[in-house]
């Protein structure tokens, strides 16, 4: 038995239903004090309580917070300060409560990215958080993990999140320190010395986006390198399907590697960290389940979603100081599990299958990207020449799926407006989008689509394709 079995010991055979109220009530316990700061120092909650004739003891248990509308993500990215505590006139919280600590960047949307603030409390629960996803995925003492997430020029959580999941589960812990070099300073390290890294301190886990980790796999082939030290791959940041994971697995065994897995984590910087497989494709088990109010719900009407049903994943902070969200809409689609892991003997719930995007945002190169509000930007065009237009998101080589996303613009305008045209758009999304499509021109009366009659698409995502064909 190890560790993990020991320490959900007496939960393993327990029900859904006992899990739940287990959690339920640990839950609760933190609720009473989260309102209570909200009520007096939330920027934006404690105007819109007052506004509802809500009082911090109208809450009582999680339930409760249904009393509240569901956050969507753009009132959160339009002012992030309105979700920082003001906690400096509230009596009686320790230095920790109070002690701004980490600043992180939500990952690069079309709007500008937010800030999360933690304070010191925030962070030591993020380091417990890492810690409990590491140990859920298997990290302990006896590994060498390989930080691959980027130093970025906007600070994200990933960097943080192998750091402290490595150094609180004791492992030892190295870092690539590669990212966009930046000239003034420059700290950043190649690629290819992270992989050097990687076969000199034989490090057991590369840990980092899933894209790039398939990368840097990808390159220490080409080199020649030894991974027989290398057992397991960290990937989050993006889905890892099946063939994908293959795909990492076949390479690395080509280095000499044994039996490596690929274990994928789902988090969003609003959940301080990821949701962690114990195997490949179990589902993720939350880590700190206690610190979040996860709520599943029909996109329609708003109703929870028993266990198993896909739907719109709210999620609420029950135990945070420094930027504090409730029922914040996090755009994804998931289904939750309060079933005992079969494969771990864990209570903790897990989300099951493959998270998506369902509010306009997609990830496109592991940058996340509001396609609605780029959809905007191009539509204004129309007015300057585009006739029509169609976002295509597919891979480099359509030959080899696992290749990089690739975003393809397709315009229908006069030919003598091409040159002004390609140029104005790949402008406008670069800077929307921190990407540079590819334009395909069409004759002003192309897309046969329109012409037919069909509903036309005006964003088709041939990656989504090719995710269900490999389920
Ligand atoms: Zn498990």
Known sequence: MNTAQAASGPEAAASPEENLARLRRRQNRYLPKMMRLCAAAHPYYAPLMERLGLADDDFRTVEDLRKLPPLPKKEYARDPEAFRMDLKDVPDLTPEETTLADIVYTAGSTSKPAPFYDTVHDRFARVQLMGRAAAIAGVGPDDTVMNLFPLSSVPHQGFLSASWGAMASGAKLLAGITGRAYPDIPVHRRMDQAVQTAER?????????????????????????????????????????????????????????????????????????????????????????????????DRETGEPLPDGEPGMMLVSHLNRRGTVLLRYVGGDVVALSHETCPNCGRAEPRFLGTPRRADGFTKVKGTLINLGSLQDSLAAMMGRGIAEYQIVLTTEDPSD???PDVMLLKIACAPENRHRIGAEAKALVRNAAEITPRIEFLPADGFAEIAGGYK????TDERERRLLGNE
């Open 201 to 297: 301190q034989k490090a057991t886990v590369l840990w980092g986006i899933t894209t790039y980790v398939r990368r840097f796999v990808m390159r220490a082939q080409e080199l020649g390198m030894d991974f027989s030290s290398v057992r397991l791959a960290m990937v989050m940041g993006e889905p890892c399907p099946p063939y994908m994971r293959q795909d990492i697995r076949s390479r690395l065994m080509s280095m000499g590697s044994k039996d490596p897995s690929t274990n994928n984590g789902y988090g969003l910087t609003e959940t301080q960290g990821p949701a962690m497989e114990c195997v490949e494709l179990g589902g993720m088990h939350q880590p700190s389940p206690e610190q979040f109010f996860f709520e599943v719900v």
């Open 401 to 403: 799926t696992l290749s």
């Open 456 to 459: 036309f698409k005006r964003v």
